[in-house]
C-alpha cells in the first residue's frame, strides 16, 4: 500500500524537526538531566510539528539508550512504540470529548506501565474537550501519579482554561521558515528520485504558509502530475493561475482606470476565480509592494527572485500612503465578505473606491490625492500621462497661472504724504501712464478663454475711476503729540456711493466700538471708505478704532481700503476738544445718558 510522504518522512527524533530548534533543544536537555516535566502542552498552526514532537518526546521517555536526548529507535520500547505500543495512548478530544472519557483515563492511569518507565497519554486538539471534561481532568494534572505523563495539543490555546495552562509547560511552535521548507522539499525529491526545481520548492514552501505537511502533501500531488515538477506544474495542482493579473489589477489601480479594472474582474470571475481568494491575494501582493518599497528582501517579501524584481519596478511608482491605503480598504472589504451573500458587489465597489480617491476623506485618500498632484507639478503637467478615472490629465485644459501682481499698502488715513505728492509732481504725465498697474490685472484671462466668452468681439475695457486728489497735510514734528481733533475732514466726493454693508462691517467689530458706531453710516469711492454721523463717534472711528476698521472693512469688500470723516458729520453735542481715550469714551457715556460718579 502507497504510504503518503508526509507519514513517509515524518521526523523519528528531535534531530529531523526542522524551524523548531528553541524547542527541541529544551526537550533534549530536560531527558539527559532526567527533570521531565508531567506536564507539556503543545500549539501553534497546522502542520508545525506538535504531534510529531509528542510522539518522539513519548519514546524518550521509555527509551533504554538515549543518544544526546534523542530516541535510540533500537531499543525494545522504541521498537514497540511503533507497533501500537500499550504504554502510550493518543487521544483525539474531538471525539473523545466527554467526561466519561476522562473518568476512563483517569482510571486507567492509576495502573503502573506495563514495561516501560512511563504511561504517556497524548491529547490531540485538547481544546476540543467540554467545560465538564476539563475540570475532570484538573485534579488528575495537578496531583497525577509518578509514572503519569500529559502532553497535551492544540491549535487553538486561548480554549483551553486558564486552570490547566498554569499546571502545564507550554511551548509554542513557530510556523516553518520557506527556506527550511525548501531543503526539506527538494531532500525527499532527492530520496524519491524525482526532479524538483528551486522555484517549485520555494512555490509549494509559499502556499502551504508555514505547514510542512500541507507541503509535502502538495509536493505528493505535484509528483502525480509529472516526475520533474516545475512552477507551472505546481500553480496547475495548486490551482492558481500566476501573478501576472495581481500586477495588471495593480496597474489599472494606480491609473485609476476603474472601467478596465472591473472588465478585468468580469473575466476573472468567468474563469471561476473566487473573489474571495482573489481579495485575499490582492492584500498579499499589496502587502509585498509594501514591504519592497520599505526595503525588505525577497526572503523577507517570500517571493521568487523573478517577482521581487517586478515589486521592485511596481512599487517605484507608488508611494507609500497608497499603498497603505490600498491595503485598508482591501483588508475593510475581505473582512465584510463573509457576511454578504454577494462579494462580487463589494468587491467591485472596492475597486471603484480604489480608483476614485476623492470618494474618500480621511488623511491616506488626501495624501494621495496631494501626490498626484505634486507629481503633475514636477513633471510641468506631467510628461507622460497620469489618469484619473481612466481620464488623461493631459487631456484637460489647463489655465495658465497668472503672475502675482504687487497690491501697495494704502496710505494711513487715506492721505498720501507730501513726500510722495511732491514725486508724483516731480514726473510727467506719460511717467504717469506707464508707471500707473492696471486695474483688474490679476483678473486677465487667456485669450482663448477668453475668446471663448466674448466670440470674436473684443473683450469691454474695465471702467476706468479717477484717482481722488488729497490735499497735503502738514505732518507734525516728531517731539510733538500730534492731536486728532485737528486732523482735516475730507471732501466726500459727488459719486461716493452708500456702503450698504456698513452694518455688517460693524457687527464683526467688538461689542464697545459697535456701540459707539450704531449711528453712523458710511460710503465709498475707489479705495476710500468715508463716515459720517455724530462727530464725537466718527472722531473715535478714524483715530482711536481706525486699525480695526480698516481691517475689517477691506476683508468685507474684499480689497484694501482707508478710512475718512466725511464732510457732513454732524455735532450731536458740544464736546471739548480732548486727546485722553479715557475721556472720549466718558463723554460719549454721558452723551448716551449714562452716568458717571467720581470717587
Request: net charge negative.
Amino acid at each position: 500500500m502507497y504510504l503518503a510522504l508526509y507519514r513517509k518522512y515524518r521526523p523519528r527524533i528531535f534531530d529531523d524537526v526542522i524551524s523548531q530548534e528553541h524547542i527541541t533543544t529544551t526537550l533534549k536537555n530536560q531527558l539527559k538531566s532526567g527533570q521531565a516535566s508531567h506536564a507539556y502542552l503543545f500549539t501553534g498552526s497546522r502542520g508545525t510539528g506538535k504531534t510529531t514532537c509528542a510522539k518522539i518526546l513519548a519514546k524518550a521517555l521509555n527509551c533504554t539508550d538515549l543518544r544526546d536526548g534523542n530516541p535510540c529507535l533500537e531499543c525494545e520500547s522504541c521498537k514497540s512504540i511503533d507497533e501500537d505500543y500499550s504504554d502510550i495512548t493518543e487521544i483525539d478530544a474531538a471525539s473523545n470529548n466527554s467526561v466519561d472519557d476522562v473518568r476512563v483515563m483517569k482510571e486507567e492511569s492509576f495502573y503502573a506501565p506495563m514495561s516501560g518507565k512511563y504511561k504517556v497519554y497524548i491529547i490531540d486538539e485538547v481544546h476540543m474537550l467540554s467545560i465538564q471534561a476539563f475540570n475532570a481532568l484538573l485534579k488528575l494534572i495537578e496531583e497525577p501519579p509518578a509514572h503519569v505523563v500529559f502532553i497535551l495539543a492544540t491549535t487553538e490555546v486561548h480554549k483551553v482554561p486558564a486552570t490547566i495552562l498554569s499546571r502545564c509547560q507550554r511551548f509554542e511552535f513557530r510556523r516553518i521558515d520557506i527556506g527550511d521548507s525548501k531543503k526539506r522539499l527538494l531532500w525527499v525529491a532527492e530520496q524519491e528520485g524525482k526532479n524538483l526545481s528551486d522555484d517549485a520548492a520555494f512555490l509549494i514552501s509559499k502556499i502551504s504558509e508555514g505547514g510542512m505537511r500541507d507541503a509535502l502533501s502538495l509536493l505528493d500531488q505535484c509528483f502525480s502530475v509529472s516526475d520533474n515538477v516545475t512552477a507551472d506544474v505546481v500553480r496547475e495542482c495548486a490551482g492558481i493561475s500566476g501573478s501576472d493579473y495581481l500586477f495588471r489589477i495593480a496597474d489599472l489601480i494606480y491609473n485609476c482606470s476603474s472601467g478596465e479594472l472591473l472588465m478585468l474582474l468580469d473575466e476573472l470571475i468567468s474563469k471561476s476565480k473566487d473573489v474571495t481568494r482573489l481579495c485575499e491575494e490582492l492584500i498579499s501582493h499589496f502587502r509585498g509592494l509594501m514591504l519592497t518599497k520599505a526595503g525588505a528582501d525577497a526572503l523577507a517579501v517570500r517571493v521568487t527572485s523573478e517577482d521581487f524584481e517586478k515589486l521592485k519596478e511596481q512599487s517605484d511608482r507608488y508611494t507609500l500612503e497608497q499603498i497603505m491605503r490600498c491595503i485598508s480598504i482591501l483588508s475593510e472589504t475581505f473582512s465584510q465578505m463573509g457576511r454578504v451573500r454577494t462579494p462580487a458587489l463589494l468587491l467591485e465597489m472596492c475597486f471603484i473606491k480604489l480608483c476614485t480617491p476623492k470618494l474618500d476623506i480621511d488623511e491616506k485618500s488626501l495624501s494621495t490625492r496631494i501626490d498626484r498632484l505634486e507629481q503633475l507639478i514636477e513633471n510641468g503637467v506631467s510628461s507622460r500621462p497620469i489618469y484619473y478615472n481612466g481620464i488623461s490629465e493631459n487631456s484637460v485644459p489647463v489655465r495658465p497661472i497668472q503672475e502675482p501682481v504687487s497690491v501697495s499698502e494704502p496710505e494711513p488715513f487715506g492721505i498720501e504724504l507730501p513726500e510722495k505728492l511732491k514725486e508724483k509732481e516731480a514726473k510727467p504725465d506719460k511717467d504717469k501712464k506707464k508707471d500707473k498697474p492696471k486695474e483688474n490685472a490679476h483678473r486677465s484671462e487667456p485669450e482663448d478663454l477668453r475668446s471663448a466668452v466674448f466670440g470674436n468681439e473684443p473683450a469691454p475695457e474695465p471702467e476706468k475711476e479717477k484717482p481722488v486728489e488729497f490735499p497735503a497735510v502738514e505732518l507734525p514734528h516728531a517731539d510733538e503729540t500730534p492731536e486728532p481733533e485737528n486732523r482735516p475732514v475730507q471732501k466726500q466726493p459727488d459719486k461716493a456711493a452708500p456702503l450698504a454693508i456698513w452694518q455688517d462691517i460693524i457687527s464683526t467689530l467688538p461689542i464697545s466700538i459697535q456701540y459707539s458706531l450704531e449711528n453712523t453710516t458710511a460710503s465709498i469711492s475707489g479705495n476710500t471708505v468715508y463716515i459720517s454721523g455724530g462727530k464725537l463717534a466718527v472722531t473715535m472711528a478714524v483715530n482711536d478704532y481706525r486699525d480695526m476698521i480698516q481691517k475689517a472693512a477691506s476683508k468685507a469688500i474684499g480689497r484694501s481700503v482707508g478710512i475718512a470723516a466725511a464732510e457732513d458729520t454732524e455735532s450731536d453735542a458740544p464736546v471739548q476738544q480732548k486727546t485722553d481715550k479715557v475721556s472720549l469714551f466718558l463723554d460719549l457715556a454721558r452723551s448716551k445718558g449714562i452716568e458717571i460718579k467720581k470717587k
